[in-house]
């Protein structure tokens, strides 16, 4: 594993460099640790690259005055700043809007895209409306009740208790962010653009897939975006949420190898 900084933004890369590339991309509200599962199963094979999102983990925070547009903009310096040919681009979620932007801004730097419980939507009244509430909820009862209240959500209703350490971690995690690079996120996310009419010009190969349980971007909701992506496969994870990486990795791993297998490297 090496770690280094760049514009700013924590990056690791694992395995050999002359490998096809991966970059993954995590979600809101966690880190590049949420990857874990899938680094070590892909890492002999493929050169896995990720970082924590700026506001997250232990990328810069600055003022938290962020729109979808920087997050583009950094994944993009990651890329250039390790001289990344055709990386494959894997997301979850909020990694999943930044990377449909990044492939509607410039889908030919990209070899392939895996989209793992996210939407092409943009946040309607209601959905701006509960993010006004969290960051109210973040700047009156603090970032530890925001969390506790948003992630039992996330997973599917088993997970809490059958996967109890790795939930744990990840809530505890949850809470050490930056609350300013946490709403930071909120903002983005709020402010972002649809990227729905995009769908049908990708043209790069694409796996989408979800949580048999999500309830934020459930399997109707992801199997309408994969059909609107020509030649696009989907998958539905058994027994995961909307964390499907880390609730069911073992699925997830295989489908994102075999995927990268049949339409990525000849
Ligand atoms: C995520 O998992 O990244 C979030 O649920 C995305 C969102 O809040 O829209």
Same mark, same amino acid.
């Given at each position: ?103 509607? *801004? ?19 009244? *209601? /959905? ?72 049908? *010009?990708? *043209? ?5 897939? /979800? ?46 190898? /075999? ?8």
């Amino acid at each position: 594993m090496s770690r280094k900084k760049i514009n700013s933004l924590t990056v690791h890369t694992f395995g050999k460099k002359e490998n096809q590339a991966i970059i993954f991309v995590h979600g809101f509200p966690f880190d590049y640790t949420m990857w874990n599962d899938q680094i070590r199963s892909l890492q002999d094979k493929y050169y896995c690259v990720t970082y924590d999102v700026r506001g997250l983990g232990d990328s810069y925070v600055g003022d938290g005055q962020y729109t979808m547009e920087f997050f583009v903009d950094d994944l993009f310096s990651v890329i250039g700043g390790l001289h990344l040919n055709k990386p494959v681009l894997c997301s979850l979620s909020m990694g999943g809007y930044i990377a449909l932007r990044a492939v509607e *801004k410039e889908q030919d730097k990209f070899g392939g895209l895996i989209l793992c419980d996210t939407k092409p939507e943009p946040d309607d009244d *209601k /959905g701006k409306l509960k993010r006004a509430a969290a960051i109210n909820k973040i700047n009156t009862e603090g970032l530890g009740k925001f969390v506790d209240d948003l992630l039992p959500g996330l997973f599917a209703e088993e997970t809490p208790e059958n996967m109890k350490e790795m939930y744990e971690r990840i809530l505890n995690h949850s809470k050490t962010y930056d609350p300013v690079g946490v709403k930071g996120c909120l903002l983005a996310m709020v402010s972002r653009t649809s990227t729905v009419r995009f769908l049908k *010009k990708i *043209k790069i190969p694409t796996l989408v897939m /979800g949580g048999s349980f999500d309830k934020l971007t459930p399997p109707a909701a992801m199997r309408k975006t994969s059909e609107k992506i020509k030649g696009s496969e989907f998958a539905i994870v058994p027994r995961a949420g909307h964390m499907s990486p880390v609730e069911n990795p073992s699925y997830v791993n295989d489908m994102i190898a /075999g995927f990268i297998k049949r339409r990525v490297v000849e």
